[in-house]
């Protein structure tokens, strides 16, 4: 047995904990189809290696009788240690006794108790007057932040560097560093990390996040230079003559700095214990960037000409720099950027390229999605190049922005690049900024030279999106199945970063409406549980002192009435700790979000109507592009979810009687909503049904409204039957009368009813609302709304048939926490013959293979499930005999009675007759 997938939850990477306790999780592997986890031990040990000397040893579980293996609790009596190397090892036990350690995992403390930087005068000066006013911060040194935040004192791109002398290779050598907005870290010329975009975004107000390196690699003995290049961001967005969203209309964007400021500090340990520190100060040099826009938009200004070749290496000569200024800095408090960080993953390559015009190139990368594009060009000294990006072109190929109302984007999105003429190829990548394109037009260049321009040589986007693994896979046999599994998967990729954006071309917002709605649908995509730990951090900082949650987090945008104000937006305060359970077991964010939630709660109270119906909100968004409707129905259904998952985590936490209060609360939103919303005496249609309120007193039947009900469990149970037929009444026609609210809960529906011919002839139709029209025409992501030309074409909130794709098609649910149970449903019932695909839950990799041989009416499925879980395989309700085969040599065979079986960790072949 091995103990595998070790981590802590919360933490993607873990050069930087800053907190006093944390949680582990591992998942197991082993060949023995019998193995069980009995009991586990984890030992916590301090030093540059893994060492279970008592003097080494920090923090021991002792064995612990217990097969859990998500949410195990470490906590050191004092806390950990500031700035100090960790090891932890889990050592598990089978059923016979035997024993099996893990390889050491390792981390490295940040300071759990200091949040801010001091001032440089302060940091230098123990002033005699204040001594004991300042005692306890000097004489606890190990215990605080050391570097000074530094910059030029403007508001432009610029270079910092400084160079040191090693006596000695450290053995490990770590850095915290964070630049505002955004900032790149070099050592000896090369990048530390595979990161961009460091660090994430947040309400620089509340929290500023640093990020944490492994310079060891990279230093060697002698002289050593460490750099720094710092752009705008979202920090102090400078947009230019460019187009900036936050600016958009009514200029209302307001800097959280005026100053970009960078700060570091490099802890260097060597094998004699010495442990020695290198802080950001005045002794650092600077001067301003080569790059001097930085529109995190899209567009910047590079000057090649101006670049420092060399820079950031220890030969270089900086005599003519100035001096670093210590500046002021942001007012957050620093925490470590726990969530994944923003990385480059696949290349796109043209499909085609094309001379639109003398001087004017376009190419196409075949494929939309988040990008940092990257071209390489040859020409003149001073020649200046502009590169636009569009999600749309025209007739003739150029870059289009569909939409009247944004052709600012069009015209006023783009970057120029100054060439050096080196007589080389001279290749560009923006440095602090990104967008969604499929095509890159480059003007005042040509394809081939002797035309009196610089010649392209090549242009190809990047795909940039944050780092969490992959999870999920789906293949079926239907092509166009296929091809908006794809156009989904593009979409969500493209809008995961430090937060869940909206789009990542026009807005990139976090509005808080995606992380829940889409998170089911997420976890298939990426591993999301570091990131919504994060998002959770936003939504906290994001909070006013009312309980009062805005729609978006960071705020970073000032919106007005429903557009700042919806419980189906905010209500992620309350939903997100539910799906971080529910889909990987962990509770670790509870204690923490948890007044929060309280307080939103109890805040939302105060807009209840009719006894507890919540009416004010953005109702089913996106329907009929953005009319609003069913507010009384999704609204205050949300709104007693919000209560069930305050009783959720009052049960957590221990706290019976406020559990029992919410209980209470919830109990009193479902009646108030059947009082208000239930009909049962409609002459004209006999069986119940959910209206809204919309019209009244007229009464509607929105399948909407019967979705929404059933699958928030509003519904009495001696009326489920009646709702789910009225529902089915209501979609019958195949067509998709939804926006981004209720279609989830459609879909879900439509499942629980196992009509999945429905969903496909929604996903198919001719007319809007379809999905598969927006591929008829050509597209390769998802548009904002169900339109043909949309402003945005890389908007994720329509995508939840990805989710019922999984559940419903590839079949696989989870039943308790982190799919510690989970079924398996294959598609019995619809067109597919042949689906394949798996996912990586928190205990291991699930596979499902489901073939259909209609002439012999025989289904044949492949299942592999990880050790430590249960799959429950539902089977059709007409079937012949059932043969479960194991690949371990076990052999089962059921009758057509049978309506599920359970299997535990193996790999089997399932054969169903009479299908």
Not at 88 to 115: C, D, I, L, M
Not at 237 to 258: C, I, L, S
Not at 411 to 427: F, Q
Not at 567 to 589: E, N, Q, R
Request: glycine share 8%; hydrophobic share 35%.
């Amino acid at each position: 047995m091995e103990a595998v997938n070790c981590g802590i939850h919360g933490f993607h990477e873990v050069l930087g904990v800053d907190t006093d306790e944390i949680y582990c999780h591992w998942s197991l592997e082993s060949n023995d189809t019998e193995a069980v986890q009995e009991a586990y031990q984890i030992t916590l040990t301090k030093g540059l290696a893994f060492d279970l000397s008592p003097e080494s040893v920090a923090w021991d579980s002792g064995k612990v009788a217990s097969s859990a293996q998500r949410n195990v609790h470490c906590k050191p009596t004092d806390g950990f240690d500031s700035t100090c190397n960790y090891w932890w090892r889990v050592s598990v036990w089978n059923q016979r006794g035997e024993v099996f350690h893990s390889k050491p995992n390792y981390f490295f403390t940040a300071y759990a108790k200091s949040r801010h930087l001091p001032p440089w005068s302060m940091n230098q000066t123990y002033m005699p007057h204040s001594s004991l006013i300042f005692r306890s911060w000097f004489e606890d040194e190990p215990n605080r932040w050391k570097g000074v935040w530094l910059g030029d004192g403007g508001d432009k791109p610029f270079y910092l560097r400084k160079t040191f002398d090693l006596q000695k290779k450290p053995s490990r050598a770590i850095a915290f560093a964070s630049g505002l907005g955004h900032f790149n870290l070099s050592v000896n010329g090369k990048p530390t990390s595979n990161h961009v975009l460091d660090p994430g975004w947040t309400n620089y107000h509340r929290t500023v996040q640093y990020v944490g390196y492994d310079l060891t690699p990279h230093l060697a003995k002698g002289a050593n230079a460490i750099g720094a290049h710092v752009g705008n961001g979202f920090y102090a967005g400078d947009q230019g003559d460019r187009f900036f969203w936050p600016n958009y209309e009514d200029q209302t964007y307001v800097r959280h700095g005026n100053e970009l400021c960078f700060f570091c500090e490099v802890h260097l340990f060597y094998e004699d214990g010495s442990h020695d520190v290198m802080i950001s100060g005045p002794d650092w040099t600077t001067r301003k960037s080569a790059t001097t826009l930085a529109n995190i938009y899209a567009s910047e200004t590079h000057d090649k000409r101006a670049y420092p070749i060399g820079w950031d290496t220890a030969g270089f000569d900086d005599s003519q720099w100035a001096a670093a200024k210590p500046v002021t800095g942001p007012r957050g408090e620093l925490r470590y950027q726990h969530q994944p960080p923003v990385i480059l993953h696949e290349t796109f390559h043209p499909i085609s390229t094309k001379t639109l015009k003398p001087g004017v190139v376009t190419f196409d990368l075949g494929q939309n999605s988040s990008i940092m594009p990257k071209i390489s060009i040859k020409g003149d000294a001073g020649s200046e190049i502009i590169v636009r990006y569009a999600e749309t072109v025209d007739d003739q190929g150029f870059v289009l922005m569909p939409d009247p109302l944004f052709k600012e984007f069009e015209t006023h999105v783009y970057s120029k690049v100054i060439l050096a003429g080196t007589g080389d190829s001279e290749v560009w990548q923006p440095d602090f900024s990104f967008t969604s394109a499929r095509y890159i037009q480059v003007e005042g260049v040509s394809l081939e030279a002797g035309q009196g321009l610089p010649v392209i040589q090549s242009a190809i986007g990047r795909h940039v999106s944050s780092a969490a693994r992959q999870l999920g896979s789906i293949k079926t046999d239907k092509d166009d199945v296929n091809q908006l599994i794809n156009a989904c998967y593009w979409t969500y990729s493209s809008n995961l970063f430090s937060y869940h954006t909206d789009c990542p071309q026009i807005e990139k917002f976090g509005w808080l409406e995606v992380t829940h709605l889409l998170f089911p649908a997420t976890q298939y995509v990426r591993d999301i549980e570091a990131l919504h730990s994060k998002i959770l951090e936003d939504i906290l900082d994001a909070q006013e002192p009312s309980g009062f949650i805005p729609n978006m987090a960071p705020d970073t945008r000032f919106m007005c009435g429903p557009m700042r104000n919806c419980i189906t937006w905010s209500c992620a305060v309350c939903f997100i700790p539910d799906l971080l359970k529910k889909y990987y077991g962990s509770t670790h964010m509870i204690k923490k979000v948890y007044p929060s939630a309280v307080r939103f709660v109890e805040y939302m109270q105060t807009w209840e109507k009719k006894g507890g119906l919540i009416m004010h909100g953005l109702g089913d968004w996106g329907r009929d592009i953005a009319f609003g409707n069913l507010q009384a129905n999704i609204e205050t259904a949300v709104y007693h979810k919000c209560v069930k998952c305050l009783e959720m985590m009052a049960v957590e936490l221990g706290k019976v009687d406020d559990a029992e209060r919410f209980k209470e609360w919830a109990l009193k939103i479902h009646d108030v909503y059947n009082e208000h919303l239930l009909v049962t005496d409609d002459p004209e249609h006999p069986q119940s049904y959910y209206t809204s309120l919309d019209d009244y007193p007229r009464k509607d039947r929105h399948a909407v409204a019967q979705a929404i009900a059933l699958q928030f469990g509003m519904v009495p149970p001696d009326h489920v039957a009646d709702v789910q037929k009225s529902f089915l009444s209501e979609v019958s026609d195949g067509v998709m009368r939804s926006g981004e609210i209720g279609l989830r809960y459609l879909f879900m529906t439509l499942n629980d009813l196992r009509r999945p011919d429905l969903v496909l002839k929604m996903a198919r139709q001719e007319e809007h609302p379809s999905y598969m029209r927006f591929l008829r025409r050509g597209e390769t992501t998802l548009l904002e709304f169900w339109q043909d030309e949309c402003r945005s074409k890389c908007h994720d909130m329509l995508g939840t048939i990805y989710e019922w794709f999984y559940a419903a098609v590839l079949g696989i649910k989870p039943i308790d926490d982190a799919y510690k149970t989970f079924s398996v449903r294959p598609p019995y019932e619809s067109e597919f013959d042949e689906v394949e695909g798996s996912v990586d839950c928190p205990y291991g990799k699930i596979q499902v293979h489901f073939r259909r041989d209609r002439t012999a009416s025989r289904v044949l499925l492949d299942l592999v499930v990880p050790m430590s879980i249960t799959a429950t395989v539902e089977l059709p309700e007409i079937h012949g005999v059932v043969q479960i085969q194991s690949l371990q040599g076990s052999r089962l065979e059921l009758d057509g009675k049978e309506r599920t079986f359970q299997i535990k960790h193996g790999k089997y072949t399932v054969s169903l007759e009479g299908v």
